[in-house]
């Protein structure tokens, strides 16, 4: 028997009540308040009886769609919609950690990230312990009954380091920790997180989601799969509900940080949602072809990305991610010097950051997400002066190898 793809019934999502105009896409409720027929109604919604919207910083009706359409997809227990990916971050360790703890991680971070865990989380008590994700003996000699979770970029930015998620979360799992994952570089249309044994995943939408860098966002997706009674913050909740991180997130972290994404970003991501599966094929068989050629110029001192076959991490990413792993790319020059003449003489390729806009966009890491970083800092993290970061775009792959060539003097 036939079946409707997932992808399909995205797009025919109902809404929880019908729009009496008939509107096939979602109207943005751009309001702040909900009327109440009765004080007891409102009482009810108030409390957590009803699921009656009350303040749009709480719940809103367009980004509730928006996050049923991405709990379909991903078939997630909760999903959880912020206004950018720090957004999702902060939220979920604020949800996991307490005074004490200590978060199990690699320093190939992106910048913003590592800056959070090691400067914003430690002034609250919150150690960060560094390992090598990719050695599981390291990772469970780093773990104890205070690691509130271990965390990793599945294909980290712009190390491009891959670890083995299904061995990371069976050693978590064993040490009665969860594992949260950023698995920003690979969109959920096309990685199933659940299936590797991610608990947590947290997002920026900002990325592919948004289609051509339209507006920020972040999610935090809930799959569900975790016993939270592992959990000291969270195992006395773990009694009375189903996820006693959603409860703690949705009732109390997210209410208190008012970091909810605004009814605006929902209807325009929900509707990049809609052809996102169509935009990664492109972007990502673009990024594997110009991976390809860059390697061939003999200017070019390297090329880093997942899906050449002669990439450290080939085997591992084609388990996870299939030929389709992200389109970001890194390649080294001669130089920093070399490096910034040769973004200077881009003619189409757009130097900004951001990642999967339908513009190809390229950025120096170590002068800009990097730039107050120390040198050490940058050494430990595999910060290099020679590395270019490219985001492949929706371009032919003719026109932006061209630009790289006459950009190069080749």
Not at 110 to 131: D, H, P, Q
Not at 173 to 186: G, Q
Not at 323 to 338: H, I, Q, R, Y
Request: glycine share 6%; charged share 20%.
């Amino acid at each position: 028997m036939n079946k409707i793809n997932h992808k399909d019934r995205l797009l025919n999502l109902s809404y929880p009540k019908p729009d009496p105009y008939g509107s096939l896409s979602m109207p943005v409720y751009h309001t702040l308040a909900y009327e109440f027929s009765t004080a007891e109604q409102m009482e009810n919604a108030f409390c957590g009886r009803t699921d009656e919207h009350t303040y749009s910083r709480v719940t809103n009706p367009t980004v509730q769609y928006y996050e049923e359409r991405v709990k379909l997809i991903t078939n997630a227990f909760g999903v959880t919609a912020l206004n950018s990916g720090m957004a999702a971050i902060s939220n979920t360790f604020l949800t996991l950690a307490w005074s004490g703890s200590n978060i199990v991680t690699s320093r190939h971070l992106f910048g913003n990230t590592y800056s959070f865990f090691v400067n914003t989380l430690k002034a609250f008590g919150v150690e960060t312990r560094f390992c090598d994700l990719t050695d599981p003996l390291d990772v469970a000699a780093n773990l104890d009954k205070n690691s509130c979770a271990v965390f990793v970029e599945v294909i980290s930015n712009p190390q491009m380091e891959v670890a083995d998620l299904k061995v990371l979360s069976s050693v978590a799992h064993e040490n009665n920790v969860p594992l949260v994952a950023d698995t920003t570089i690979v969109p959920f249309t096309y990685f199933k997180a659940k299936d590797f044994g991610i608990d947590i995943d947290v997002i920026s939408s900002t990325k592919y989601i948004s289609g051509g860098g339209t507006s920020l966002g972040g999610l935090i997706i809930d799959y569900g799969k975790f016993d939270w009674k592992h959990s000291p913050k969270l195992s006395t909740l773990s009694e009375i509900t189903e996820s006693a991180f959603y409860y703690k997130l949705r009732k109390e972290i997210h209410r208190n940080m008012g970091a909810y994404m605004t009814p605006e970003v929902a209807f325009i991501q929900s509707h990049g949602l809609e052809t996102l599966s169509v935009r990664y094929e492109k972007h990502s068989s673009s990024c594997l072809e110009l991976a390809k050629r860059l390697k061939a110029l003999p200017i070019v001192k390297s090329v880093n990305y997942t899906g050449l076959e002669d990439n450290v991490w080939h085997e591992v990413s084609k388990r996870q991610f299939g030929n389709c792993p992200g389109a970001m790319l890194t390649f080294d020059l001669e130089s920093k010097d070399v490096c910034f003449r040769f973004m200077n003489r881009l003619q189409i390729i757009h130097r900004a950051t951001n990642l999967f806009d339908n513009k190809s966009l390229i950025i120096h890491p170590a002068s800009t997400i990097y730039g107050t970083f120390t040198l050490e800092q940058r050494s430990e993290m595999g910060i290099k002066e020679t590395t270019l970061r490219l985001s492949v775009g929706l371009e032919s792959v003719d026109s932006l190898f061209y630009d790289i060539k006459q950009a190069l003097g080749v």
